[in-house]
């Protein structure tokens, strides 16, 4: 999550006289950037993938299981033997950064995967090497386990136990204790802080309750905090704190592309596909241990993270505040940014208006600017004091505190800086972690080729900006994958390229714009009519690439295991655990899962994980191929890539 400066972090009051100072030079360091950059041509491609975990501890005696806030110390000593391995010249094949709970940790790749097929089989391979490097630092019922933990909120949840304070705590949650917090680094407490003293009262999340057989209706809870009195919501699940969210995990893939205007294509193409992956990757179907009936977390953590004021939520009516905002700051995209899908952005979006002319006469692309001016409605809450003062022409931080605290679905990121060998990429980042490193590579294969297929047939897929927003509350709804319809385009469409190399979308009016309602397995696999399906055109795209045949065969198995989560023909892990929970000697069909169904349900998902139970439910008969190494003439291969484009770049 974002920037990791050293400094002291600035509260909500202390950043407040700053907010226009900072996106004043915000925006400097944006055009910066931009004019450095917006002629930059990248003929590379390369992605990489980043992986939110969770530790967690088990008390195999009582039945229950706890998340392990050791995730700073695990952290400081994988970075320690990075460190090591640098002074060594040994090549760090991972990389570790912290997550915003102490029971988290992200990982990713040590370097960027290229545009060899080949690979697709390294990804895996790493994922592996990654769950293996930590399982080093466990102690003997601690486990690494990629998934998002059930019983957040639930009493005793965490180990070492922390305490609730609800009056002299930043949160000032009824259960999720500030201390749950990752603590190695004061930004994280800071972005709890500042999002609570912006806001101006407390978080207040609900969740749509399961009902089952015996639960109480209408499901109510009672409260004594006035905030919870107020906000809970009947026949809800009621949750009160930042960690709710994105203490959560996920998965996400960032995607460098050829220039700018493939970036901005490939932002907007992406985008309706998105909710169609959330539903397919549905992992996250309780919360504060009671049944949901959604699948996924994404309005989750929307919630959790809405820093807006009550003026700006509507409630009151506006005098300090400047606009009213529909969104919270965590929340599905608003607009497209490439200039031919500008018909389809048919959501207002703010923005005000001298930042927009600022970056219009300062030449940025119009519709890229209108992205930018409405990212920057948005206040900083993310400030240090000994940074205030920047050289806009070489520092980014004060364009970064934005761009870093504002959760879309895909983000546009620009290149960093001058002289970097890093381009143009956008992030794909709606996707639900998985529980093992078979799925997350499936899910990542899949992604990344769509991107390959997109570009390389030049297809259309946006829609309406608003459908694409009304999809993606769909996508979390229960079992979304088997019941749900989503607007998409059913005709396959090809963007046609002007004389100067651009893109151009047909004509909105034109006959070829037509959406039907789609399942997701006919927007996967095909509907039998006109539209072919997106991984049967990645298969068509592959039949035309060169491969090498082990390469192919992981592919497939990646490519097939998605068609048959698509089809239904295997769960996701949001079925699964309720399947698991609602077969559950001690579950009472009441929606709550008592401590002893988690125990059991996370001690069976750890075995899947870690291979020694099979769960034909949940992977089908799919073998990872992970005992094949690549080859070292596909790493010669890459390498040898890699170095010439950062040579063309210095040059
Ligand atoms: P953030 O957390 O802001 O999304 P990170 O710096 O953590 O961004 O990196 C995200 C991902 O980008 C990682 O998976 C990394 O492997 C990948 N990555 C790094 N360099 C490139 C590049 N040049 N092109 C594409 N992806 C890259
Ligand atoms: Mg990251
Ligand atoms: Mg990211």
Not at 183 to 188: A, N
Not at 569 to 589: C, N
Request: hydrophobic letters at 35%; proline letters at 5%; glycine letters at 4%.
């Amino acid at each position: 999550m974002g920037l990791l400066t050293t400094g002291l972090p600035l509260s909500w009051e202390e950043i407040l006289p700053y907010v226009d100072y900072i996106k004043e030079h915000g925006i400097a360091q944006f055009l910066s950037i931009y004019n450095k950059a917006k002629h930059r041509e990248d003929n590379l491609f390369r992605w990489g993938d980043e992986i939110e975990y969770t530790i967690v501890k088990f008390d195999h005696e009582a039945k229950k299981v706890r998340v392990c806030l050791r995730g700073d110390e695990i952290l400081k000593q994988l970075q320690a033997q990075a460190e090591v391995n640098d002074m060594m010249g040994t090549d760090n094949k991972t990389i570790w950064a912290p997550e915003l709970c102490g029971y988290m940790i992200e990982g990713t790749p040590g370097h960027p995967y290229g545009a060899l097929l080949a690979c697709f089989n390294m990804v895996e391979t790493n994922m592996i090497k990654r769950r293996k490097e930590v399982q080093k630092h466990l102690n003997e019922d601690e486990a690494l386990m990629s998934m998002s933990f059930p019983a957040l909120g639930a009493l005793d949840f965490t180990y070492p136990p922390t305490k609730i304070d609800m009056k002299n705590s930043y949160g000032k949650s009824m259960w999720f204790s500030d201390e749950v917090i990752h603590q190695g680094h004061p930004r994280y407490t800071n972005l709890l802080r500042n999002i609570n003293q912006r806001r101006g009262e407390k978080i207040s999340i609900n969740v749509p309750i399961f009902k089952d057989e015996k639960t109480p209706w209408p499901f109510t809870e009672e409260f004594e905090c006035p905030e919870a009195k107020k906000n809970a919501k009947e026949n809800h699940i009621y949750l009160d704190h930042l960690g709710f969210g994105p203490g959560c995990c996920c998965l996400q893939i960032t995607f460098q592309t050829i220039n700018m205007e493939e970036a901005t294509w490939l932002y907007d193409q992406l985008a309706p596909i998105t909710p169609i992956v959330v539903a397919l990757s549905a992992a996250t179907p309780i919360y504060r241990s009671y049944l949901a009936d959604v699948d996924s977390r994404w309005d989750v953590i929307s919630a959790s993270a809405d820093d807006r004021t009550a003026e700006e939520r509507g409630i009151v009516p506006l005098k300090n505040s400047k606009f009213i905002l529909d969104k919270a700051r965590y929340a599905c995209l608003s607009c497209y940014i490439h200039e031919t899908s500008q018909p389809y952005n048919d959501i207002k979006v703010v923005y005000e208006d001298n930042i927009l002319q600022k970056l219009i006469d300062e030449g940025v692309d119009e519709h890229v600017a209108r992205h930018i001016a409405h990212m920057f409605i948005r206040d900083p809450i993310q400030v240090y004091k000994e940074r205030l003062e920047q050289d806009d022409e070489n520092a980014t931080e004060h364009f970064e505190t934005i761009q870093s605290s504002v959760w879309n679905n895909m983000r546009f990121k620009p290149p960093p800086s001058d002289n970097s060998s890093i381009g143009w990429r956008v992030e794909f980042r709606p996707t639900e972690v998985q529980l093992t490193d078979f799925e997350n590579a499936a899910y990542c294969c899949f992604v990344v080729l769509l991107t390959r297929v997109i570009v390389s047939y030049n297809l259309v897929f946006v829609t309406n900006i608003s459908t694409v927003n009304q999809n993606m509350r769909i996508s979390q709804k229960r079992d979304a994958v088997l019941n749900e319809k989503f607007l998409f385009r059913n005709k396959l469409i090809r963007c046609e390229m002007t004389s100067d190399g651009k893109r151009k979308i047909p004509d909105k009016n034109e006959p070829s714009f037509e959406t039907a309602e789609m399942s997701v397995n006919e927007i996967i696999n095909g509907d039998g009519k006109e539209f072919p399906g997106l991984v049967p055109l990645i298969f068509q795209y592959l039949d035309e690439a060169e491969t090498d045949v082990n390469t192919r065969e992981t592919i497939t198995q990646y490519l097939t295991f998605i068609q048959k989560r698509a089809a239904g023909e295997i769960s996701t892990l949001a079925h699964w655990m309720r399947d698991f929970v609602q077969g559950h000697p001690k579950y009472a069909k009441d929606s709550h899962v008592p401590d002893e169904t988690v125990y059991d349900m996370i001690k069976t998902m750890n075995e899947i994980t870690d291979g020694t139970k099979e769960c034909p439910k949940l992977l089908g008969d799919f073998k990872s191929k992970t005992e094949r190494e690549v080859t070292s003439a596909v790493c010669r291969a890459e390498a040898a890539i890699v170095a010439a484009h950062e040579k063309s770049v210095v040059n």
